[in-house]
């Protein structure tokens, strides 16, 4: 991925923070059928001495035949993004030469994948991944609430994956090329936009 140095992002707390904010992402593998994208919501796991992404795939998904244990794989994760009109820089009154652009959070991660077809782990995962992105909720569902049949009915419908992370880019591109003008018209003229994503964005802006 090519980053800008002015939109880099190296600090792993953020990094981390955006992969537990927005778990689904885009898995991308090469085999000998080609190049494959895989959408899939990941847990990150950081109780053991490396972190891993962990998640699963339907057992029908051919991803785990036709890929080989231990291949490297790329993982993408989107962030809050937002389209930058140039009526939001106050310099196109004084010059006219503004482009449109779009601002975006990403994180980029390499790693090495392995397919997992045991039982506690598989139990582990749902349980994490249940717990995780349940907490936000008021009354949260567990995996418990379940009949434990119907839950082992399912696990054996699925095969783990955990990827070994073996780096992490990140790129935050905020205006931060913009002059402190132009910063702040993007800040009040994503306020005034309608959606989540450009008040997060609005936010991002403000805070660089």
């Not at 004084?94 to 506690?120: C, L």
């Not at 696990?155 to 880019?169: A, D, F, K, R, Y």
């Not at 002059?179 to 309608?194: D, H, I, K, M, T």
Request: some cysteine.
């Amino acid at each position: 991925m090519h980053i800008p140095k002015n939109f880099k992002q190296n600090d792993p707390i953020q990094l981390k923070e955006l992969i537990k904010s927005y778990p689904f992402a885009t898995l991308i593998t090469h085999s000998e059928q080609g190049l494959e994208a895989s959408h899939i919501p990941f847990y990150l796991n950081q109780s053991s001495c490396n972190d891993v992404l962990q998640g699963h795939i339907a057992k029908g998904n051919h991803l785990w035949k036709n890929l080989k244990d231990k291949s490297e794989v790329l993982v993408v994760f989107h962030g809050p993004n937002s389209y930058i009109s140039p009526s939001f820089y106050p310099t196109k009154k004084e010059t006219e030469k503004v482009v449109p652009t779009w601002n975006y959070v990403t994180v980029h991660v390499n790693g090495v994948m392995s397919f997992i077809h045991d039982k506690t782990w598989k139990v582990n995962n749902i349980n994490n991944l249940t717990n995780h992105n349940e907490s936000g909720q008021s009354n949260p569902w567990s995996v418990s609430d379940a009949p434990e049949k119907f839950i082992q009915k399912m696990l054996s419908g699925i095969v783990g994956i955990e990827i070994e992370i073996l780096s992490m880019t990140g790129q935050w591109k905020a205006s931060q090329n913009q002059p402190e003008q132009n910063r702040r018209g993007v800040v009040a003229g994503l306020s005034q936009v309608s959606g989540s994503d450009s008040q997060k964005m609005a936010a991002i802006v403000k805070d660089y």
